[in-house]
């Protein structure tokens, strides 16, 4: 009779060992996933800048070729509403490097929401690269 009732306690006590654990466990999950997509998208925004920055330093690489190629590898990866800043209409003779900065906003990767701190930062990488050819005169 006594070992019966211990069973039936033993039974109420798992429901609530899960019911606490159980949303502890959802987080973790959801949180190692979120940070996951994160170094994802991180990955694919400096692949864009670095693309970008490589059509700026051809020798006549203007402002379209740096949006077709960032554009090309932001597609490929399933990214929109991302922002460009290029310096590639101001480069001159004694500054020739060629600098793209790619911008993308938490909510166009992320799952969660505003629960992990979405909407406080975006990813944004800058690439610079030496233009290539001879600089142009003045």
Same mark, same amino acid.
């Given at each position: 009779?006594?070992?019966?009732?211990?069973?039936?306690?033993?039974?109420?006590?798992?429901?609530?060992?899960?019911?606490?654990? /159980?949303?502890?466990?959802?987080?973790?999950?959801?949180?190692?996933?979120?940070?996951?997509? /994160?170094?994802?998208?991180?990955?694919?925004?400096?692949?864009?800048?670095?693309?970008?920055?490589?059509?700026?330093?051809?020798?006549?690489?203007?402002?379209?070729?740096?949006?077709?190629?960032?554009?090309?590898? /932001?597609?490929?990866?399933?990214?929109?509403?991302?922002?460009?800043?290029?310096?590639?209409?101001?480069?001159?003779?004694?500054?020739?490097?060629?600098?793209?900065?790619?911008?993308?906003?938490?909510?166009?990767?992320?799952?969660?929401?505003?629960?992990?701190?979405?909407?406080?930062?975006?990813?944004?990488?800058?690439?610079? /690269?030496?233009?290539?050819?001879?600089?142009?005169?003045?």
């Amino acid at each position: 009779m006594i070992r019966k009732q211990n069973r039936f306690k033993r039974r109420g006590l798992a429901v609530v060992e899960t019911a606490v654990i /159980m949303p502890i466990a959802l987080m973790f999950i959801l949180g190692v996933s979120e940070f996951s997509l /994160m170094l994802m998208a991180r990955q694919s925004v400096a692949i864009a800048a670095r693309e970008g920055a490589r059509a700026a330093a051809r020798q006549y690489g203007d402002i379209n070729d740096v949006q077709a190629a960032v554009d090309r590898v /932001m597609e490929k990866a399933g990214y929109e509403g991302y922002s460009i800043e290029t310096n590639v209409e101001n480069i001159d003779y004694d500054n020739r490097d060629a600098s793209v900065k790619v911008t993308l906003p938490w909510d166009r990767f992320a799952i969660s929401g505003n629960v992990f701190g979405g909407g406080m930062f975006d990813i944004k990488i800058t690439t610079t /690269m030496r233009r290539e050819g001879e600089a142009p005169r003045d």
